[in-house]
């Protein structure tokens, strides 16, 4: 789909979103047009499993409760929802998680690009790209948009109160912010289809490693 480049490292390009506003759905779409798709929010869950010094960082600072074990009597891994709760309001306490939680994902992230040294681009897609300063490590950000009481409706759709949505919401970049920040806008406001701006998408990332290329 993509022109190759010189360049031995994959061109990255940085999905983000605010909640609800469908960039997960890009993703989708890129991974089924054959590029490669790097999900933060995924790895770092997985990270609490995998991570045992992580994992047991976490435990010692908010205790017993927020772990999971298994059969073996074992802290195996790391209920999420219960620790969203413990930092949720508490700002000192989140960003003590941050700043454990987000080298070990950027550590993850670039060892999983290390496999993907034959795509000439990846998407690497993370609910707060910008916020954890991980824009920095790629190429091109898109940002993927949504009117907030259309973002609303779907996250109450999917199971969140009304009061939840809109303190995660307070919580991330405004869409202005995000907008003047990336490089692309895709709007996924159930009014401008979605699959022809993704396709516009490749087809500028496809020039934008061809010129890569060129310069390498």
């Not at 909640?19 to 790097?38: H, Q």
């Amino acid at each position: 789909m993509a022109m190759r480049h010189a360049s031995p490292r994959p061109f990255v390009v940085g999905i983000t979103g605010g909640i609800a506003a469908g960039k997960s759905t890009v993703c989708r779409t890129l991974s089924s047009m054959g590029v490669a798709v790097w999900d933060a929010d995924r790895t770092a869950k997985s990270l609490y499993r995998t991570n045992h010094e992580l994992r047991a960082e976490v435990v010692g600072r908010f205790g017993l409760d927020v772990a999971l074990w298994n059969n073996q009597g074992e802290v195996a891994d790391i209920d999420t929802s219960r620790l969203a709760g413990c930092v949720f309001d508490h700002p000192e306490e989140l960003s003590w998680l941050e700043s454990k939680v987000h080298p070990a994902v950027a550590n993850a992230f670039e060892v999983w690009l290390e496999s993907q040294q034959t795509c000439p681009w990846v998407a690497r897609e993370a609910a707060i790209l910008f916020e954890s300063g991980n824009d920095l490590g790629c190429d091109a950000v898109v940002t993927v948009e949504a009117p907030d009481e259309l973002r609303l409706e779907r996250a109450q759709r999917r199971g969140a109160s009304k009061e939840d949505v809109a303190k995660r919401m307070m919580k991330q970049w405004p869409s202005g912010d995000r907008i003047a920040r990336a490089q692309v806008t895709i709007w996924n406001d159930g009014v401008r289809p979605l699959l022809p701006q993704v396709e516009q998408l490749c087809d500028a990332v496809d020039r934008w490693t061809a010129w890569r290329g060129q310069e390498d």
